[in-house]
């Protein structure tokens, strides 16, 4: 059976505008989406000074990073049930209730635990809210006009990125830590107040129970295995019982893995499904999930893995580690719109081949910078893989859930979210690893932090390089949905797999 739709078929793509109290619900979740984004990228260049404040290894400092995104993966698959169980209001007002208490569990934690407890928390609203955004928009938001509309996203939520590592920095080499969490939480709770007063209902709700044991199977799945992968960077974990733990957890959670989706496949005969997996029946949908899992593995541990590069081995502060991705980032906003109309007009690939050409030539180009690498070269490369996730996103998202049935966007926006996060915190976990291991290696032959940390930083950035090619292969097999409908000739992008 074919996941795919009908566009022509369906009355929102003869819609020529978006509903007004619709259109407001978009802002009120972008709204809420910035903030949630502002919190992490702020988070990412903290890392390093969290590590030092709180006397914790690279490794465990991670966890701050690997737990957020983690807890997203086990909030994430939930939420295809959540929108159709519960109403547009009552899920956003309990997302950032979570989001505000996580916050403020942070602002007044103690020591490192607690923090990890916060992070939590806020990835519990976080979970939610990237779904009900992207569900929404495809439910108001006419085929034709999605391409613009994500673009318009890209601007909103790129602002997040140009903001917050560079907001983070002088925040950190001023302030202090707790203040990234003091400033953030007002933004929150305006959030939530406005949210409180404005936001209506969309759709329909039906009163389908919830499957707690596929909630269990798949915290136990993803947990696991990026538990596993984290190990890797541990004092001694190169071999003995420290490679036999994390190759335990990796194993225990594939075996989880495979539990959850069995089980997910049973229930579906029943319309019961924690997650349906029919969405994967579109061919277009998996593809464009595959890519954004890898890209999201790269970028994410990229990203992570950049702030302690930047800070251990380049030398530099937080400040200036933060003004390294200003300009890239403000580009990638400025270009959504852009992006978005070339999507509406070209299709896919013409954004999508280049995009991940540049994000693949980015991290290589990091693998090889050293000690000495001038600000300038790292700002470029920055300005580069910025570029290259501009042209990926936008496509990413539109061509992916747009070739599903309406019923379905709600699990393709959960299954879409929970793989690129699961993605994302592995690959977290995994260049982390990889540079601790080294760094500590180096450090026990008496090296420095630079000298120690750079052959780490190298062999990481050149894995992730490696791994990235493997969506500018897949990036010339994806179709933009509408072409579907017309190729009555040629084999569909969307048939059945």
């Not at 990412?44 to 995104?69: C, D, K």
Request: net charge positive.
């Amino acid at each position: 059976m074919s996941s795919d739709k009908n566009l022509a078929a369906s009355p929102a793509s003869r819609e020529d505008t978006i509903d007004p109290a619709g259109m407001r619900v978009i802002w009120l979740l972008l709204v809420a989406a910035f903030v949630a984004i502002l919190n992490e990228t702020t988070m990412a260049i903290a890392i390093p000074e969290l590590n030092r404040s709180l006397h914790i290894p690279p490794e465990l400092g991670q966890w701050l990073t690997s737990a957020f995104m983690l807890t997203m993966a086990v909030v994430i698959p939930t939420t295809g049930f959540l929108l159709q169980r519960f109403t547009t209001r009552q899920i956003f007002l309990t997302a950032m209730i979570l989001f505000s208490a996580g916050t403020l569990i942070c602002l007044l934690a103690p020591g490192f635990g607690m923090l990890l407890v916060g992070r939590v928390v806020q990835a519990g609203g976080t979970g939610i809210m990237m779904p009900l955004l992207m569900t929404t928009m495809m439910n108001v938001v006419p085929p034709h006009s999605r391409g613009r509309m994500m673009g318009r996203v890209g601007l909103v939520i790129s602002l997040a990125p140009a903001i917050g590592p560079t907001m983070s920095g002088i925040v950190l080499d001023s302030l202090g830590w707790r203040w990234l969490f003091g400033i953030v939480l007002p933004i929150g709770l305006i959030a939530l107040g406005f949210g409180a007063k404005w936001m209506t209902n969309l759709g329909e709700t039906t009163r389908a129970p919830i499957d707690v044991v596929s909630i269990i199977l798949s915290a136990f799945a993803f947990g696991s295995i990026v538990f596993g992968l984290s190990q890797f960077g541990g004092e001694g974990a190169a071999g003995g019982a420290g490679a036999g733990l994390a190759w335990g957890a990796i194993a225990g959670g594939l075996v989880f893995l495979g539990l959850f989706v069995w089980r997910q496949l049973v229930l579906i005969r029943t319309d019961r499904a924690l997650l349906d997996l029919r969405v994967f029946s579109s061919r277009n949908y998996l593809l464009s999930v595959i890519i954004m899992a890898v890209v999201a593995l790269s970028m994410f541990g990229t990203f992570s893995l950049l702030p302690l590069y930047l800070q251990s081995v380049v030398g530099l502060n937080a400040t200036q580690s933060g003004l390294v991705l200003l300009p890239g980032s403000v580009l990638m906003g400025l270009l959504g719109p852009v992006m978005g109309r070339i999507y509406d007009a070209k299709g896919p690939r013409t954004l999508l081949i280049p995009g991940t050409i540049l994000i693949a030539s980015a991290m290589f180009a990091y693998s090889n910078v050293g000690i000495g690498t001038p600000i300038w070269v790292l700002i470029i490369i920055q300005i580069g893989m910025s570029l290259g996730l501009a042209g990926s996103f936008t496509p990413l998202f539109s061509a992916s859930l747009g070739s599903l049935d309406r019923h379905l966007y709600s699990h393709g926006s959960a299954a879409l979210n929970t793989l690129q996060q699961v993605a994302g915190a592995a690959g977290t976990a995994l260049l982390i690893s990889i540079y601790s291991s080294a760094l500590h290696s180096g450090q026990a032959r008496g090296l420095s932090v630079a000298e120690a940390g750079a052959p780490g930083a190298h062999n990481a950035f050149l894995l992730a390089s490696i791994i990235a090619l493997v969506p500018v292969v897949l990036a010339f097999f994806i179709r933009k949905p509408e072409d579907q409908v017309e190729m009555t000739d040629a084999p569909r992008v969307g048939d059945t797999v």
